[in-house]
């Protein structure tokens, strides 16, 4: 009776552990949750405050499918002002969050069958997405030697067999990494040589650490225009995931059939929230830089006390908020899997963190610095009691 496209998607396991966090919690128990992927900053006021003006204004109406002009047009200009080229408001549409614009792209691009690179670790959702396509999910590793590298070459023997689309998370969920330029440069032509397109999901763009900048790959290889689809948020940047604002730069043609798709589902993003997301972008001053130094501080904190943990393995993430260590040592010989151990850390101690299986690489935990000191100290300290 249910139709098989559906079937086919499982469960997002970050998601099931949030709701059984939530029942322990609801059942009075002490939980900390280093689970989720959302700021714990509020939405910053001057941004709430254009959202109610934008209501109070009845600008509460459909708007045009792929977004106020005023939002496009904001968002051309501060990805010129950051990334150094100006798009077309031919090439750009906005979305309710960046989830969707990953899917309309995928659904636009992805004949079945054709194959699509994930670097792995991955984002939850995006084989789920693949899937739905029609897609087949390419899983390429790329820890190497120690460390999680976005390296061209680990990933080319796949490209040399035919791929439709690569997905490039930069800065990457669940480990932080940003892709070095002189590789970024090195998958761009091989997006012209190969003839393969690149979605780059840089939702996290904005969280940087230790003067880490992102690789702007239009102002690098601008060659590559045609093959590249830019997936962007409001979400992490803004702390603005309840409001749902996302976008995409891409290619004309692309936009076209993506806002069709749009056109015939969800409409427009909620009115309001593009208003918000307008002076969100023109009247920002320094409530995004505050946030990305506090998460700042909180990782080194974490990473501090992760490495006094005997058998934990860090590495130290260039940007987004997640710590992504490998414990595989840790847990030898009291836990047969990461799963299991966050499940019993969560049942016995009361800390929600995802285990690696949900990244596709198992032996490693993630643990979301978007969270309150003091809950880090202590759901780290519990977890190192755990370990013991
Ligand atoms: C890598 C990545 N891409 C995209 C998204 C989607 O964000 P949103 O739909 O809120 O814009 C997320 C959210 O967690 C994410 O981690």
Excluded at 58 to 66: D, E, G, I, M, Q
Excluded at 119 to 125: E, Q
Excluded at 185 to 204: G, Q, R, T, W
Aim: proline share 7%; aromatic share 12%; with cysteine.
């Amino acid at each position: 009776m249910i139709a098989q496209r559906v079937k086919l998607l499982n469960p997002s396991v970050t998601l099931s552990l949030s709701e059984k966090a939530k029942e322990l919690k609801d059942r009075g128990n002490d939980v900390i949750s280093l689970s989720v992927g959302e700021p714990d900053f509020p939405t910053p006021l001057y941004i709430k405050e254009a959202g109610k003006r934008a209501i109070d204004e009845n600008k509460t109406k459909y708007t045009p499918v792929a977004g106020i002009p005023e939002l496009k047009n904001a968002l051309i200009d501060a990805y010129e002002r950051e990334q150094g080229y100006r798009f077309d408001p031919k090439e750009i549409i906005v979305h309710p969050g960046s989830k969707y614009s990953i899917f309309l792209a995928a659904l636009t691009l992805v004949e079945p069958g054709e194959r699509v690179i994930i670097p792995t670790p991955y984002w939850v959702s995006y084989p789920e997405i693949i899937r739905f396509a029609g897609g087949e999910p390419v899983f390429v590793p790329y820890w190497d030697k120690g460390s999680f590298d976005l390296r061209y070459d680990l990933f080319e023997e796949e490209i040399k067999k035919g791929v439709k689309l690569f997905i490039l998370n930069v800065p990457s969920n669940p480990t932080g990494v940003i892709m070095q330029e002189k590789e970024l440069v090195k998958l761009l032509e091989a997006s012209l040589k190969y003839n393969f397109y690149i979605l780059l999901d840089e939702c996290y763009r904005r969280m940087l650490y230790d003067g880490h900048t992102f690789p702007s790959p239009l102002k690098l290889f601008p060659e590559a225009k045609s093959r590249l689809i830019v997936s962007g948020s409001f979400s992490k940047s803004y702390s603005m995931t309840g409001w749902r604002v996302g976008f995409t730069f891409a290619p004309a043609e692309i936009v076209k059939y993506m806002n069709r798709l749009q056109g015939h589902s969800t409409s427009n993003p909620p009115s309001m929230a593009q208003y918000a997301a307008v002076t969100a972008l023109k009247e920002e001053k320094e409530e995004v830089n505050d946030m990305v130094r506090e998460y700042q501080r909180r990782r080194d904190i974490c990473l501090q006390l992760l490495d006094e943990i005997p058998g934990v393995e860090t590495t130290k993430p260039h940007g987004a908020f997640y710590l992504y260590p490998c414990v595989e040592k840790a847990l030898k010989g009291k836990y047969s899997s990461t799963e299991e151990f966050a499940k019993a850390l969560l049942e016995t101690r009361f800390v929600s963190l995802v285990p690696g299986e949900a990244f596709g690489t198992p032996g490693f935990l993630r643990i979301s610095y978007a969270a309150s000191e003091k809950n880090l100290r202590e759901g780290i300290a519990r977890m190192r009691e755990a370990l013991r």
